[in-house]
């Protein structure tokens, strides 16, 4: 039963928490990317280490989601946490000892992102324990700014901290940091969902696929999957190009670039706390496409712009970052509503595969065809293939119908 007595109290102890451990974390991210360009000065270096950052999540991500289904959720968070503040402590002993190689600094990102495999998909699962129903999509929205503060911090903070400290220094920061949210989850008490343990079969495979099941039971949620993984496959190659953007097509320098990275977080900070605020239209369905359609929109125009229009390129980036929780927000708080909590794990641990897959293989298609056409022409093709998307989701009765609550497959 879920626990609703002082839940927002519940739910901003954890998130405090996991504020200051993600703002740490993404820092030190920031500033080991900062050693590895000083020491190596070399792109298939930062390359890999950007793989690293993704590769367990997408290859583990499903496995995981059993395990977080099977395990004490409260648990696996803090046990997460731990972990990647025990690979900061050996990495910042190696670096004590010896030079730093950049194996070991491979291996550790490596560490880390599984540590952030297992948090990532419990945390989301913890959520509607915790949360009442008809405030998830506040929460989400909540949630989303909390992500976008750190994208607007960490890279100016990890910056500062690697200027003036040593790595070792940053490092214990950012155990301080997974300490700090792991006191604020023991202070929460966190329920087991009913159902847990009753479902479990002991058969690893067969528990993967129950929560594919689950999700494939609801026409809405799972057209939703293929959805998002169309987006995750167009918007996040163009996340990573706005750097070449603002300096090859406008002929900006670094600061330019800096300055179109954060208006795009502060456009997310700013949709975040709207939909925190407002929770979004009472018709879900509508705050989805509007959200992709927006996003569409701004590609487009970004798109046409001349090599003088970069002001209006920084409006777009600021309309990009605001719509995109409308969409990742509320299918985050549709999943929580409707999947039952003994499946969430595993249905969010799916849910990053998936995104995850898509977006190396939309950086390779993006870099190959952006090198060809020009970088202005793929964002403008990128933003057709947005509002297309757009477009399939008013076509599609299951998304449009996400609002039913009996919207699963007869």
Known sequence: ????????????????????????????????????TDTTGSAMVLSLATMA?????????????????????????????????????????????????????????????AGSAFHTPALSAVTPLLVPED??????????????????????????MY????????????????????VTVAMVPIPKPEAQG???????????????????????????????????????????????????????????ASIVEIVFAGGMLAGGLVLGVWGGFKKRALSIIS?????????????????????IFVICGALMGFSSPFYSGVQMALIQERIPPEFLGRVFGLIGSLTSLAMPVGLIMSGIFADRIGIHTWFMLSGVCMIGI????VLLPSICNLDRINDHRS
């Open 291 to 311: 959200s992709i359609s927006l996003m569409g929109i701004a590609l487009f125009l970004a798109g046409l712009l001349p090599v003088h229009g970069f002001v």
């Open 53 to 113: 950052g993704f590769l367990p999540q997408a290859l583990l991500g499903t496995i995981i989601g059993v395990w977080v289904d099977r395990w004490n959720r409260k648990l696996v968070m803090i046990g997460a946490d731990l972990f990647i503040a025990a690979a900061g402590v050996a990495l910042a002993v190696v670096a004590l000892t010896i030079e730093l190689p950049v194996w070991v600094v491979m291996i550790v990102l490596l560490i880390r992102s």
């Open 163 to 182: 200027a003036a400290w040593e790595l070792e220094m940053i490092i214990a920061i950012d155990v301080l940091g997974a300490l700090f949210a792991c």
């Open 135 to 160: 405030q998830l999509t506040k929460c989400a929205g909540y949630s989303q700014s909390v992500q976008s503060a750190s994208y607007i911090l960490s890279p100016a903070i990890g910056a500062f």
């Open 390 to 393: 757009a477009l399939l989701c």
């Open 1 to 36: 039963m879920m626990i609703q007595q002082n839940w927002k109290r519940s739910f901003f102890t954890i998130w405090a928490g996991q504020a200051v451990s993600l703002i740490t974390s993404s820092a030190l991210q920031m500033a080991i990317i900062w050693y590895l």
């Open 198 to 256: 009753r479902s479990v079969a002991n058969n690893f495979f067969k528990e993967a696929k129950e929560g594919y099941l689950a999700l494939r039971a609801s026409a809405g949620l799972f057209a939703l999957l293929w959805i998002g993984a169309l987006y995750a496959f167009i918007f996040l190659p163009i996340n990573a190009l706005f750097p070449l953007m603002s300096m090859s097509y406008f002929g900006g320098t670094a600061a330019h």
